[in-house]
């Protein structure tokens, strides 16, 4: 298929920018739904008469919809393929966020929130497969870069939009507005999106072959048909496998969930700093969060034109091929920087300091997080390779999970604990996985050749560079 006009591989370069951009903007519009409802708690506590918590469960919700649509939706792409699963699925997420602002049953609420994650969670998880569908391996860098920016930005924009929507016109302006968001997007999906999945398109055309030749025709490089049965059995089972038998997965899983969680954890601080403490209005108290986001944008820039030179050293270093652990330093540097940021708004956040300086600190929160999430992330990948979509399905549940749950205790402990000490505890437990990057990054090789499926990508990784 090297020279096949229906090779996502050869479409032109404005077809897969075309793509790319209305995956992006998907991607963007379900990062604002997982993180924008977050402003409207204080009306959904008077309106249902329930406290903060069950209030919260309605963000909390949506993240955990995410976590149960990586083992189950992410899998069936290499059954149907990637563009009905799109359709059905993002078509699915518009009608859910637009049917919230309807119903008036708080339960109902948050069961709708948790399916409308679990719709949205397939835009999101299968979009670097996508990426890698269309672009060839020294392009999808700067497209991954461009996804991440787009994913980040919405959940860091999101409780901005929403924050001024909820104050103006009560919660239910906020579903009205994602649905609004989002249907101008599947429609555009509906007309331009193609299937990009190889496999799938190679069994079209043989079952094309066979209707008109009228007898069975195979394709090279594709084996039997995928079950739904076989495809849930990998993507339910694998990833707990990985994640309990290979300590390296089991680690930067928990370090990647402290830094997810960590970024809902504010969605709930910082309109308890800005908004209840500070006496900000609701709006003006979430833009604070552009300075998170401004260090997203600088982390982004550093990658670009920083790390990817250095990175290429070390690949002619070796001969085309680093090392795992080459990916590493960018974690480190996050590592070091997002503690700092931490502890550097913990300690100003009173009414007492200038507020500029507490917004401050959120860039190096921003940059110290996309750092983390970016090079662990690609860490992962090439530890682990033909594993690779079972380790970060592993990391998703996981981080879903602590995404959900962060945000369900920060309004106790900030009663509990002020607004210094409550702040200091995600610092804390940043803090703590800074030897383990050290260590992996040192010994990194060794542990992934004492463990299953890191030895056996290490083989095949060895294999494919010819054992150079």
Not at 28 to 40: D, L, P
Not at 206 to 217: R, S
Not at 413 to 422: F, N
């Amino acid at each position: 298929m090297d020279n096949d006009p229906a090779n996502p591989l050869c479409f032109d370069k404005g077809r897969k920018w075309l793509n790319a951009m209305i995956l992006a903007i998907a991607v963007w519009t379900v990062s604002i739904a997982s993180s924008g409802f977050s402003q409207g708690n204080t009306d959904i506590e008077t309106e249902f008469d329930v406290d903060g918590t069950i209030a919260l469960m309605v963000t909390s919700a949506f993240v955990l919809g995410f976590a149960a649509g990586a083992l189950v939706l992410s899998p069936m792409s290499e059954v149907f393929g990637r563009k009905s699963l799109y359709l059905y699925t993002y078509a699915a997420f518009v009608v859910l966020s637009g049917v919230i602002g309807l119903v008036h049953s708080i339960e109902l609420v948050i069961f709708l929130r948790f399916l409308g994650g679990l719709a949205g969670s397939f835009t999101q998880a299968v979009a670097p497969a996508v990426i890698a569908d269309m672009f060839a391996t020294n392009e999808r860098g700067f497209v991954l870069a461009f996804f991440t920016l787009a994913g980040l930005m919405g959940q860091m924009l999101g409780p901005i939009f929403c924050g001024f929507l909820d104050a103006a016109f009560g919660w239910r302006s906020l579903a009205v507005f994602i649905a609004c968001l989002a249907a101008p997007t599947w429609i555009a999906m509906m007309c331009t999106f193609p299937e990009t999945y190889a496999p799938a398109l190679l069994r079209q055309r043989a079952a094309k072959m066979e209707a008109i030749l009228g007898k069975p025709h195979l394709v090279d490089g594709v084996g039997e048909e995928k079950t739904v049965a076989s495809q849930l059995k990998v993507g339910a089972i694998r990833p707990f496998l990985l994640l309990f038998l290979e300590p390296i997965v089991a680690l930067l899983t928990l370090f990647l969930s402290v830094v997810q969680g960590t970024m809902f954890l504010l969605f709930a601080a910082y309109p308890i700093v800005f908004q209840q403490t500070r006496g900000w209005h609701q709006g003006v108290a979430s833009l604070p969060f552009l300075a998170v986001a401004l260090g997203i944008v600088i982390a982004l820039f550093y990658s670009a034109l920083f790390d990817q030179k250095r990175y290429a050293k070390v690949v002619d270093k070796n001969q085309g091929r680093a090392p795992p652990e080459a990916r590493l330093p960018p974690a480190m540097l996050g590592a070091i920087c997002l503690p700092v940021g931490l502890f550097w708004f913990a300690w100003t956040n009173s009414p007492s300091t200038f507020w500029l300086i507490s917004v401050s600190a959120g860039v190096f929160i921003g940059f110290g997080m996309v750092l983390l999430y970016m090079s662990l992330t690609n860490y992962i990948v090439d530890a682990y390779l033909g594993y690779a979509a079972s380790a970060l399905a592993a990391t998703t549940v996981v981080r879903s999970g602590a995404a959900a749950a962060f945000p369900l205790f920060t309004s106790t402990m900030y009663d509990q604990l002020g607004i210094h000490w409550a702040s200091s505890v995600p610092g804390f437990m940043s803090v703590i996985f800074v030897p383990a990057l050290l260590a992996f990054y040192k010994w990194g090789h060794i542990i992934r050749s004492k463990t299953r499926f890191a030895a056996e990508a290490a083989r095949l990784a060895e294999a494919m560079s010819g054992g150079k």
